[in-house]
């Protein structure tokens, strides 16, 4: 609810401050009094583009602020809160403030907090709703109309259902794609750690053998000298007559002959035994080295080229065998991990599946539920049109594809995917006989869009949403009894919502819980406006100025007097409204 709004140097407007009440406000006055000022001050309070033109002549800056009351359960407080904003309804209120300078960039707080313009249309928005000129028509946005559609049907559980799910497939998608992107970058990494592997693989080095081939690369490189030294050593020490394993033998063997005569040379004679068996098994050793060593110089190359392929792996990926064949273990480990990443896609691919087919089962429901509504909408809309001089009008209601992506189904059109569903709704008006509906920006005045509006409230309970709802003229064109209908309208809105109205038609001013009289003056060479309430005498004799102009007379004072019993006669027998 509006509690308070105070205009400083706001086009003709000195400083004003004006305290609102529940139900309906009606203001009035003459044209050119500040009415209209009055709206605009409201437009910017809530988000609306500054003009700097309105700023009052002279003044540095005009200043517009507002005190609204926003239960903790409004749409208002929801947003905020959402945003992060939640200190922006402090104890139940919003204070907002629009500086609008007559040069440079204006500034704009809610509760003391700097804040954008952008941020206070999205908050403006959920507290205060415009019916005026076409720049204020919130009918004008196709977004809006599937909002109302969806009110008017009663279709919050299966929007809920269907935001639910656009959400859960968004993040499951963002899932996906994020991972793909991972997977692209791990496909470069795996064919590295797959060379990796292939390039051990391909010689297959053992622990200890660069050592062992160091050795091999020394002997075959004097193959011929160790054949010779070998063939030596054999022939001296083992093979022949005359090898000193034979002399030691027989050495032995008088040796022991001597130990009979002797005993002391005992110890001697068992030496050289030893001494002889200890020869033979060497040699016998040094001949078997020798037959079954490989020492042909052609297999120097063949060596020399496997040292080489392992002190190539070496400077790559370690420093010994062990550290090549550990990285080998290592780049195996990698990519068994690499590989899980299918099983992974393959679960982020079923995700995605399950939550594309809630969207569509949600999304199908409220289409079916949507166009199930539109025929009943249009009827309840167009009865109330008919009592507010806008009876031979024709609304209609057409759907077409909601923008942006898609789910995608076997056999069938992809599905529109959306926050709000499959589809727009758009609400098309033939003002007039034999015309075809149109967009209602092209066929309807901004008062008739307002009583449009004013329709679509009356059949849908609750509709604000906790807003205030301000018509600017909403009587313009009409008059008689089709202005006591839009009073009458206006009076049942009042009472689920606070409703301010500009008006000139006494018959809508008869309802008003509260009447504001806006008028002008001159003082001191600038023209200033005022506001203020009136009393119930007040009352009678503006609406009895309204009914007959600047004279009052006693017959328009009566006039004046009975259209008030009337109009509050009426409240007190106004039925509750319908909605689908």
């Excluded at 392992?310 to 010994?320: I, T, W």
Aim: with cysteine; net charge negative.
């Amino acid at each position: 609810m509006l509690r308070t709004l105070r205009i400083r140097d706001l086009a003709i407007i000195d400083d004003l401050t004006v305290e609102f009440e529940s139900g309906l406000n009606l203001l009035t006055g003459e044209t050119g009094a500040g009415k209209s000022i009055l709206v605009d001050a409201l437009g910017l309070v809530t988000g609306d583009r500054a003009d700097r033109s309105l700023v009052r002549s002279g003044c540095e800056r005009a200043v517009v602020e507002a005190l609204f009351d926003v239960p903790p359960a409004s749409a208002a407080a929801a947003w905020a809160a959402a945003q992060g904003n939640a200190e922006w309804v402090e104890d139940g209120q919003v204070v907002i403030r629009r500086d609008v300078p007559a040069e440079g960039n204006g500034r704009v707080t809610v509760n003391g907090s700097p804040t954008t313009a952008t941020a206070l249309r999205g908050l403006g928005r959920r507290l205060l709703e415009l019916h005026g000129q076409h720049e204020h028509q919130s009918l004008l946005s196709a977004d809006e109309h599937l909002r109302v559609l969806d009110r008017l049907g009663g279709h919050a559980e299966r929007l809920t259902r269907v935001t639910e799910a656009y959400a859960a497939v968004s993040v499951s998608r963002e899932a996906r794609e994020a991972f793909a992107a991972r997977i692209a970058e791990r496909r470069e990494r795996a064919d590295e750690l797959e060379r990796v592997v292939r390039e051990i693989d391909s010689v297959e080095p053992q622990p200890g053998e660069l050592e062992q081939l160091e050795g091999r690369q020394r002997l075959l490189r004097h193959a011929a000298r160790m054949g010779e030294i070998l063939d030596d050593l054999v022939g001296t020490a083992y093979e022949g007559e005359q090898s000193t394993a034979a002399v030691l033998s027989r050495l032995g063997r008088r040796a022991a002959e001597a130990a009979e005569l002797d005993a002391s040379l005992s110890e001697l004679a068992q030496r050289l035994a030893a001494a002889a068996l200890e020869l033979e098994d060497v040699g016998a050793a040094l001949r078997d080295y020798r037959e079954r060593g490989d020492f042909d110089p052609s297999s120097l190359e063949e060596v020399e080229a496997r040292r080489a392929a392992l002190e190539r792996l070496c400077l790559a990926f370690g420093p010994d065998e062990a550290a090549v064949l550990e990285r080998r273990e290592t780049a195996l480990q990698e990519l068994g991990e690499l590989q899980e990443f299918d099983a992974e896609t393959k679960r982020l691919a079923a995700e995605v599946a399950k939550h594309e087919e809630a969207y569509v089962e949600w999304a199908l429901a409220l289409g079916l539920a949507r166009r199930e509504a539109a025929g009943s909408v249009v009827t309840l809309v167009e009865e109330q049109l008919a009592q507010l001089a806008l009876g031979k009008a024709r609304l209609d209601i057409v759907f077409g594809p909601a923008r942006g992506g898609f789910v995608e189904r076997d056999g069938l059109e992809p599905l529109p995917l959306s926050p709000r569903g499959a589809e727009r709704a758009e609400f098309l008006l033939a003002a007039n006989p034999g015309e075809e509906p149109r967009a209602m920006q092209k066929v309807a005045s901004g008062g008739e869009l307002s009583r449009v509006m004013l329709a679509l409230h009356a059949v849908d309970r609750g509709g604000a949403d906790g807003r205030v709802l301000v018509f600017d003229e909403v009587d313009s064109g009409v008059g008689g009894a089709v202005a006591d209908a839009v009073g009458s309208r206006l009076a049942g809105l009042a009472r689920d919502s606070q409703v301010l109205c500009v008006t000139h038609l006494p018959q809508v001013a008869a309802y008003a819980d509260r009447h504001y009289h806006v008028s002008k003056r001159v003082e001191a060479g600038r023209t200033q406006t005022d506001i203020r309430p009136l009393s119930t005498d007040e009352r009678v004799d503006e609406l009895a100025r309204m009914l007959g102009g600047r004279s009052v007379t006693a017959a328009s004072r009566r006039n004046a007097s009975e259209l008030l019993g009337t109009a509050g006669r009426a409240r007190g027998k106004q039925p509750a409204r319908r909605s689908t």
